[in-house]
Structures are given as C-alpha cells and as structure tokens.
C-alpha cells in the first residue's frame, strides 16, 4: 500500500519557471517528481499547497505525494536534499493522513512582499526584493492596507492570465489579515487569506504602490475591488519580492 508523505520546502525561485511542470524548463515541481522518480524507481506526481510564479521564493511551501518506498520519513528529507539542487531544500517531512491533499486541505497562507528603499540595493539581496529607491507615502498605503482584508470577490486583483472559470475565479475569497511594516530600507506587506488567484498578491502589492506614488487614493479601494474588472487596480510588482512563507491546516 502507498503512504501519504507531507514535506516542507524552501526554495529560492530565481532560476526557476515557477512551480508547475513546463516541457524543457526547470521548475520546482519538476526537481521534486525527477528526485522523488529517482528514489521510488517509478514517477511520482506531487501536489503544492499553491504555484508560485516564475522569480517568487518559499520559505514554507508545503507539498504531498504518494510513496510506496518504505524509505523513513528522515532519512526522505535527507536523500531527497542530496539530489536536489542546493536552491531547493526540504526543511521536514512526515507521514501523513492517507489522502491528505495540500493543496485542498490548506486553510490558510501567509505571504510577504518585500521592498527595499534604501538608493543603493546591495549585492546579497537584490535577488530577494523589489528595488523602489523613490518616494511613496507610506502614510496612505498603511491606511489603504487593511482594505483589502475580508471575504468579497477579488476578480480586480486576478492575473489577466489566470486561466480558471469564470465561477472559480468570482468564488469569494477572504483576506485575513493585509499590512504594511515600513523600515527605514525594508518594507514588508505581509498578507494572510484563504485562498489567491493567480498573481493576486502581487497586483495587490502593485496597487498599494499606486497609493504610495499618489495616483490612487485610500478611499479608492472598495470601488476598485467592488468592480471586479483587472484594469482598475494597479501594475504587478515584480516577482522577486513575493515569499510564500507559510501554509496553515
């Protein structure tokens, strides 16, 4: 009989195409179902609480899959570490329910996006933030911030690419928890819902930013959202910002 494994990884997604499995790119998911085919001597499809984009990071992105090497959960973590690339790290990993899902079984996610506004990036983290050395009212994006917390319809803040149906994508969602925590060089947003769609906390990132610059104003945000339409919210940030730092269940 197959086990259900749960592991926990970190990854640094600067030299991958995302998460999902692409013919001829390197992706996450496809390190994992090549290590894993490798250990198992037969393919393994995994399954993540959520894709990432090509460019965006991890610090607690969880994944399931079933194994029917006998192989002890510890002893997974540290051959499957040995066979990936140094970018990719298996933090834990644990037997698990038969049939737990992570993605289904997810109830929450925490992401943070990171800002660095100091003039000059340095050299050791300008892979892990986005570079805005330029004036913003922080002010104004810490007052619009928590208005995008609550259970509506997000279709304003959905990638003009997220290929889901139509009723998929108007299922409401709900945003716990959205702040920002400006610093004098970092400043991080950090966002804590249910459920995203495709590039959703970045566009959220990139309409805070409009606040911060002064072409949207705080009392914008509900008519922006309650609009449902992708083109009244702002730009995508950049991806190298985004961390996936945890999943709830």
């Known amino acids: 009989m197959p086990r259900t494994l749960k592991i926990t990884l970190s990854y640094d997604g600067t030299d991958f195409h995302g998460w999902q499995v692409q013919p001829g790119l390197p992706t996450i998911q496809g390190e994992l179902e090549r290590v894993l085919a490798e250990i198992e001597s037969a393919a393994v499809p995994v399954t993540g609480s959520g894709r990432t984009d090509a460019g965006v990071h991890a610090l607690g992105q969880v994944v399931s899959f079933d194994l029917q090497n006998p192989i002890p959960a510890s002893n997974l973590r540290k051959a499957m570490n040995r066979l990936l690339p140094p ?17 289904r079984a997810a109830v929450a996610k925490t992401y943070e996006y990171r800002l660095w506004r100091a003039e000059i990036c340095p050299p050791t983290v300008y892979r892990y933030v986005y570079h805005h050395p330029y004036p913003l009212d922080f002010a104004a994006m810490q007052a619009a911030a928590p208005m995008f ?19 998929d994508l108007a299922r409401p969602r709900t945003i716990f928890t959205s702040r920002l925590e ?26 805070l930013l409009e606040v911060g610059k002064g072409n949207i104003r705080p009392e914008e945000i509900a008519g922006i959202l309650e609009a449902a339409d992708r083109q009244k919210a702002g730009p995508t940030a950049p991806p190298q910002g985004l961390f996936l730092l945890h999943v709830e269940y």
């Open 182 to 207: 400006p610093g004098p060089e970092l400043a991080r947003f950090l966002l804590r819902g249910n459920g995203f769609l495709r590039h959703m906390v970045r566009n959220l990132v990139g309409t």
């Open 87 to 103: 970018a990719i790290r298996v933090l834990a990993a644990e037997e698990a329910v038969a049939g737990f899902h992570a993605r």
């Open 149 to 167: 917390e609550g259970t509506r319809d997000f279709r304003s803040l959905a990638g003009a690419d997220d290929t889901r149906e139509q009723d």
